[in-house]
């Protein structure tokens, strides 16, 4: 039996990973459900999988969720400290599920644990990099991706061969602006951002995939997981979503995944590595799917990802704020005071101010990250606000 | 350094071979170059590579071969026995790239001497199936595929996860009638086989991708090279030759490898694995490719894919029978004796009369390949005659 602790539970993640195991639980059991504000789920989640614990983030929840526990025997905890704890617990993999900066303490509290991780939180990469990728190290922890196009490049990258690697190519779905010029993208409405036309993610996640935020985050991310050189790395519009990632060899080679766009593939990579688990999930076939089609990134009309390379060149904590630029910048647009350009706008001019400032600074510790993030924050507030 | 002897030197992979070669002079060196007719190129090479022998397989011919070396310091030899004692001079990498039945004998030879084998030849494993890849194991020899397909999965296939396999997936081009109808087929010209759309490659081969017989013998070949069950390997067809083939595994990840259509990626895989080496190809970009499309196999105008899949299942000497009946019905195809549609009709027929005849038997050794071998070629011999 496997012992999986879940951070982000409740989540598109954390649900595709429930769902994944509910068909192996001779193989699994779960340690304990870390979730937000959708108590009714969290609570259900715990009962049917018989966790241990059960935590909400939100401190004002505790009672709910104890009365949606009672008489299950399952314990109820919750805020910041609860869920740092309930990460500490001895399991054997733990998923790292929650979105955003939150999700960096209790992956890093894992982490020291020495307990394997699943890393579907891309600010852990994003905004920590070097300092969080020393800590597995110093601990000989593994990380495994979950995100697709990372499981892709995981299962594609032969570590032995690392000095034969051409490069590594991501693949953009292009998300649902793919074919609208700048002109229209100013009229964006969120509706229109948040109808992603391959996968069904979170909020946060799915304008990012309109902006190709994403994507520029995700580059960042690889490269912190894989050894890469700059100039290595790339992304490329598919927009089938067929074709998760893929890596080019000196000899010519190409070696690529595929699979139907379904989550729950690289969760089940995730949870049986290095072996296989069957998922429930519909299987690939070529003769029956569209054409498989590749065309370059628009960066006049998408400047995310050069942005997120230009960062990732720059080094330090770079990547930091222009990841907490963005976490504010999508919530004001989520909020409708800003507009879906402004998006990119308000990442690159924070970037601007904090190279103006010299606020870009090397990561020698967790402190320092927070100090970025902080710097970040705050800057990106501000802009927003002179923007109204 | 690398001490390379290479089995069908001067056909289209040992040319290649000795191209990805000529780029790293510095990693190889050449033991011995065996040919067959070509003796210009033959002791060109064995001069440009400063091999220590070079080996016609015509005995006519060694008198000629003799006076083109002369003066160089290269040992001429020629003759069936001179190809074997080449075949059997210590040797880091036999490239086995001789075309036929022929190169049975002198491959199975170096395996028997441990020598590790690049294979190219596919009758080794379709004429002798399990004899050949027993004696490999016997001796520990690695034999790594050459064929674009099979060095495709060979980079796709896990080995530890070979009992999560859900399917392997061999690619074909479709070759040159690939939307042809079966009334057009019947009248198709020796000029119009030859001409396939994305491979260069020898007569016979080139025969055999048009009549999709090249696929069936592939499969065959992916069957012993790899732990795959009867109903776990298939065939499609994919016009561009990008995606060389795919291995599908139970969690719905599909692992492909792809490339432009050049024999030098997998032989550069071949000379260099584990490791890789700078091949001297041109790299693929898929923004600039034409879309990837897939189709299922007609297999009512192409029968041979099934026709191999059947034989496989029949298992013994099927195979070998098969393998042989081709080999006179593509010469006799080439020699303008019998129509296109008659190659796959004159094995399929083959294949019954071994039935009526109980040829079929299991292959012990070497002598019932021979055997099975013979009885494929008189029989198909004598269909074809009385088809004139």
Redesign the interface.
């Known amino acids: 039996m496997k012992n999986l602790t879940i951070l982000g539970s409740t989540g598109s993640i954390g649900q595709s990973t429930l769902d994944v195991v509910r068909h192996h639980r001779e193989t699994f059991q779960i340690e304990a459900l870390v979730g937000n504000r959708n108590i009714v789920q969290l609570a259900a989640d715990a009962v049917e999988f018989g966790a241990k614990i059960a935590v909400t983030a939100d401190p004002a929840l505790f009672d709910q969720l104890t009365s949606a526990l009672a008489g299950s025997g399952i314990a109820a905890a919750a805020g910041e400290t609860a869920v740092i704890e309930a990460a500490q617990r001895p399991a054997d993999l733990l998923i790292g599920a929650i979105v955003g900066a939150q999700g960096l303490k209790p992956t890093l509290a894992a982490i020291d644990q020495g307990t394997p991780v699943a890393l579907a939180n891309k600010e852990c990469l994003v905004s920590a990099g070097d300092v969080f990728m020393q800590r597995a190290a110093a601990k000989s922890v593994p990380v495994i991706p979950v995100d697709s196009e990372h499981s892709a490049i995981f299962?594609?990258f032969?570590t032995?061969?690392a000095d034969?690697l051409?490069k590594v190519t991501l693949t953009a779905s292009g998300g649902p602006f793919r074919t609208w010029d700048a002109a229209k993208l100013k009229d964006v409405r969120i509706e229109d951002a948040l109808n992603h036309p391959n996968w069904t993610m979170g909020r946060k996640i799915t304008i990012d995939s309109a902006t190709l935020m994403n994507k520029g985050l995700e580059l960042i991310e690889a490269f912190q997981l894989f050894p890469i050189g700059h100039g290595q790395i790339d992304a490329?519009v598919?927009p089938q979503s067929i074709?998760h990632s893929?890596v080019?060899?000196?000899?010519?080679?190409?070696?690529?995944?595929?699979?139907?766009p379904?989550m729950?593939?690289?969760i089940?990579?995730a949870l049986?590595y290095?072996?296989?688990?069957?998922?429930p999930?519909?299987?690939?076939d070529?003769?029956k799917?569209a054409?498989?089609?590749?065309?370059?990134i628009r960066h006049d009309v998408f400047p995310a990802v050069r942005m997120c390379l230009a960062a990732l060149e720059r080094g330090g904590s770079a990547t930091t704020i222009l990841n907490a630029a963005n976490e504010i910048a999508v919530a004001e647009f989520l909020s409708q005071r800003i507009g879906f350009l402004q998006i990119a706008a308000l990442v690159e001019e924070t970037l601007s101010l904090a190279e103006r400032d010299s606020a870009i600074t090397s990561l020698g510790s967790l402190d320092d990250v927070w100090d970025a993030d902080r710097y970040g924050r705050e800057t990106a507030t501000e802009l927003a606000r002179n923007l109204l």
């Open positions: 299962q594609c032969e032995r061969n034969s051409d490329i598919h074709v893929f080019s060899y000196i000899d010519g080679s190409v070696l690529a995944q595929l699979g139907m379904d729950r593939t690289p089940a990579l049986a290095p072996e296989r688990l069957k998922a999930v519909e299987r690939l070529l003769t799917s054409d498989l089609t590749f065309e370059p």
